[in-house]
């Protein structure tokens, strides 16, 4: 089955740093939009990060940008999300998800993780 598996989570302090990577278990073709989610406790699922395959384009919720940064390792097809400045809120499962449609169209995400805890204390 095509399935990605998210690393490099875990705790760390307010004002810390983290690094999430996404691989996929098997190759998957036409990855042209990635993303990552975060879910906080009791909140709906958010998008926070999205990055185009072919040109690098990215884009971010309100609540990282200027925090995180979302990149490409076109090479080795994984996925990055660098966390710093992390807040308390920051707190939560983070997603990452693969689809066909590039990240300027309206469409769903086809290939999802299983989902990484990042835990961010006072």
């Known amino acids: 089955q095509k399935h990605l598996v998210e690393s490099g989570g875990g705790s760390a302090q307010a004002g810390g740093t983290l690094r999430l990577s996404c691989a996929a278990s098997?190759?998957?073709?036409?990855?042209?939009?990635m993303a990552w989610f975060h879910q906080s406790p009791g909140k709906e699922r958010e998008r926070v990060a999205t990055i185009e395959r072919d040109d690098g384009v990215t884009t971010y919720s309100d609540s990282v940008k200027g925090r995180f940064t979302i990149s490409l390792d076109r090479a080795r097809g994984s996925l990055h999300l660098q966390m710093n400045s992390l807040e308390p809120e920051d707190t939560g499962l983070y997603y990452c998800?693969?689809?066909?449609?590039?990240?300027?169209?309206?469409?769903?995400?086809?290939?999802w993780g299983q989902g990484i805890q990042v835990t961010v204390s006072s």
């Open positions: 098997v190759y998957i073709e036409n990855n042209n939009c």
């Open positions: 998800a693969f689809r066909f449609r590039p990240c300027w169209v309206e469409a769903e995400f086809e290939v």
